[in-house]
């Protein structure tokens, strides 16, 4: 029995209750169970001997049905924003190769040219591709930003995602009702927790229509008026939260779980939220996503230590082991690690053997300090920002795109405290103003990629062995 069919196997232990609930309209566990059968049967229909799909749909009770029945019926899905540029997607489509790309918008069926059939599967459209990518045992390909300028797929097997789902109710369910507000998209590995910890427990997800999830006034009423008990959002996310949501006007009494992950969280900016919400417990959740949560630590004010303003990102939960290598970098093996990337490109081998066991090289950088594990920074250039991952080198070659632009460099700087800001540096043929740039970057890459400030320059400093010298570019600021 794969997550999917174990997901709406426990279903039925729930009937009777509202399992999500949008726009004030509740689908009940007994409905939620019989949409995923008639997506199973469309689904059967095209792909009887399973497959994979890219998905390309908006937050929706019906998506969810959907993506339990893609798992029920051993077909791998990629979970794709529909606000991301055509060309990203493109490039999705080509490293995938599904068998299927589906939508919620018929006229959006296919990244690419194409004249197959579009098929009605319930409430969404799909498309055979002529493929038949078949990735063995694998729930879903989540892509990230990837070192070479282009996304690469980590794909999450049914195993690694139970890991962690078996752990969320281990942890966090308890008394009901419990009522979880999905803040993330579900192209990003914080919906797992959403999803199918709400599912499995018996509560109640509640989704926001676009609107209303970029109104953080309106979030902070919601909390109060929906008696929300569970959120798993990023630090940058609740910092806004405490700034904007009027939090002493609408007091969410009954949040009694605060979870964040993604990016550094000051211990200052937690002490001033968790003022507002004394009564909720905090929880600092750390993993890549090619691991999804791999350590844990409760944030108890006045008895968590501190270490330069950070909290420690805790200890290991299901059965993560770590090993930190003599440069300080984190190493992650257990159940929850993924297999090795899906990507067009030749990548650099993540893993290292210590004792016959196989670890993942995180990237992270870590220390220890009073006997607790705190991150420290990267080895490597890239960013973690709102709780996504992001390359300079895929801004770069974004950049280069233009056809004035003949160089292109991206730094970052800490700006105060969590806060980094992207700085993009180009050598072009004539001038470009910042929505020239803003403009031409969206074309290719998410809007949560661009940088913060646009720099054109005459020619960029060089190392000895004529490579950029990211060094001296900061002295350029």
Known sequence: MNLGQYVQQQLHLHYGHAAITRDDVDTTYEELFQQIDLYREGLRALLPNGGSALLITGKSENTIALMIALLCENITFVPCDPEWPSTRIAQINEVVQPSLVITDQKENSH???TTSETHTIGAHYARQTGDNTVFAD???????????GKPKGVPITHKNASTFIKYCIQTFQDQLPIRVLSIAGFHFDLSVFDIYFTLLAGGDLFLLNKESEKNIRLIGEFLHKK???????????????REHGKLNVHRPIALRYILTAGETYSANRVFEFHQLLPHARIFNLYGPTETNVCTAQEIIPDRTPVF??????????ADFELHITEFGELLVNGSGVFRGYISNDELPDSFQTINGKLFYQTGDLVTRHDDHLYFIGRKDRMIKRRGYRIEPAEIEQALLLHPNISRSAVITIDKNESAVQIISFVVANEPLTEDDLRVHLLQHIPHYFLPDRYLQVDNFP??????????????LL
């Not at 330069?308 to 939960?317: Q, R």
């Open 138 to 148: 694998v729930a879903w390909i989540l892509f990230t930003s990837g070192s070479t």
């Open 111 to 113: 990244p690419t040219e």
């Open 462 to 475: 060089v190392t000895g062995t004529g490579k950029t010298d990211y060094v001296s570019l900061q002295q």
């Open 308 to 317: 330069k303003n950070t909290f420690p990102i805790g200890s290991p939960v």
């Open 227 to 241: 008696e929300i008990t569970h959120i798993y959002a990023t630090p940058t996310f609740y910092v806004a939260l």
